[in-house]
């Protein structure tokens, strides 16, 4: 049981990770600089990036497309 636990704990640091990274990534280059679609670095973003990975990163993304809207 607590090795199941300990996978889950780094499965999530793991996907939470690479979910900063990605939006990092995609607000430092791909997005232009005075664009009103970038993501914060914050907890919220750490969250939903680490329980959903990389279609919590679109979704917050999407999120950020809707209010522009």
Do not use: H
């Not at 990092?24 to 680490?50: A, C, E, K």
């Amino acid at each position: 049981m607590e090795k199941k636990w300990m996978s889950v704990i780094i499965n999530f640091f793991i996907r939470a990770a690479v979910g900063m990274m990605l939006i990092f990534f995609i607000d430092q280059y791909v997005l232009p600089d005075d664009s009103s679609i970038n993501v914060g670095m914050n907890l919220i973003s750490f969250l939903t990036s680490g329980s959903l990975g990389i279609p919590g990163v679109c979704l917050l993304y999407g999120i950020m497309y809707y209010n522009i809207l």
